[in-house]
């Protein structure tokens, strides 16, 4: 019978971003935007211009971005220590990346439409109001931008890392301040030199411009929700360290994200003179990354005593 607890042996499967102060920046980031919104769409609607419009209708796809951004903090930090989350919420943060990363291909999408159906169908513009609706929507997006520049999350082990999360609110608050750009431009040469179908081409470069940093975020929040492995050239450190003691062989390695900067391993190695799990984890004290650690240790009693898919059997084979 045990008379001792096993905490010791235990550890926190808590990989969550701390990010208080980009929840707190990204609520008030969510009430600039909505009411700049309803401002655009008003004079968009009043003023006869396709890239305010379009500014404000995608503003309002943004909103329920920066919502999940929120959301996501929440429930995260709500449910960091729920038993049912094998390795924490750690990911719930790089889900609400990926979710706004899909909202701003939708706002490219619909902006591209619009933009087209503009060209073929053009209204009457009226330039002034248009132009001082767009100048303070611009500056409503620098303030925005602003507040969530830089903001860094930082894990447990109190290391700075990038936060899928915030940086999916970064780039739509990028996205309505290039829009906010673009329409102003078109608007001016509209006024002054009669291009009025510069207002439907500022849409469909600025659909092109935020299709790119969709792309972008969806690549690296989907690699990290598919747990895709840590780069090749990291393995082979990993395995090189492991390998570099005794006769240690590698059989088997998996290497992924189970956070935003937080990795997990699972080694099994095979060797001659087998150690305690704890001797194998501390070889690996200089990958910071690796948060959590499982190490299955084979005991070789033939001779010679080499994995079946490691380097050295190809060679022996």
């Known amino acids: ?126 330039f002034n109001e248009a132009i001082a609706v767009a100048v303070a929507g611009l500056i409503v997006n620098i303030v925005c931008a602003f507040l969530l520049y830089g903001h860094h999350g930082h894990t447990h082990s109190g290391e700075h890392h990038h936060d899928h999360n915030i940086r999916g609110a970064y780039l739509h608050v990028l996205a309505d301040a290039l829009t906010s750009i673009l329409a102003i431009i078109a608007l001016f040469f509209g006024k002054y030199f009669g291009w009025n179908w510069l207002d439907s081409l500022m849409g469909i470069v600025g659909a092109v411009l935020i299709t790119r940093w969709s792309y972008g975020l969806l690549l690296d929040t989907s690699s990290i929700l598919l747990d895709k492995n840590i780069e090749m050239d990291k393995t082979k450190e990993i395995i090189d360290t492991i390998e570099s003691d005794s006769d240690n062989r590698i059989a088997d390695i998996h290497v992924w994200k189970v956070g935003p900067a937080d990795y997990a391993a699972m080694i099994s190695l095979v060797t001659h003179y087998p150690k305690d799990s704890e001797y194998y984890k501390s070889l690996l004290h200089e990958f910071n990354e690796l948060s959590h650690i499982n190490i299955e240790v084979i005991h070789c009693i033939d001779e010679p005593c080499i994995p079946p898919n490691s380097p050295d059997s190809e060679g022996n084979s």
């Not at 042996?9 to 980009?22: L, N, R």
């Not at 968009?44 to 903090?73: E, P, Q, R």
């Not at 220590?81 to 609400?96: A, E, H, P």
């Open 1 to 126: 019978m045990h008379t001792q607890t096993l905490d010791k042996w235990k550890h926190s499967h808590d990989f969550i971003i701390i990010h208080e102060k980009g929840e707190k920046r990204t609520k008030q980031v969510l009430v600039l935007t909505l009411i700049t919104m309803v401002a655009e769409i008003i004079a968009g609607f009043a003023f006869g211009s396709m890239a305010l419009l379009a500014d404000g209708w995608h503003m309002g796809t943004h909103s329920v971005a920066f919502a999940i951004t929120i959301f996501a903090y929440h429930y995260s930090r709500k449910h960091a220590r729920d038993k049912q989350f094998t390795f924490g919420t750690g990911k719930v943060s790089v889900l609400g990346g990926f979710a706004s990363a899909i909202a701003l291909a939708g706002v490219a999408i619909v902006m591209a439409l619009e933009s087209i159906e503009r060209f073929i169908h053009p209204s009457t513009i009226q």
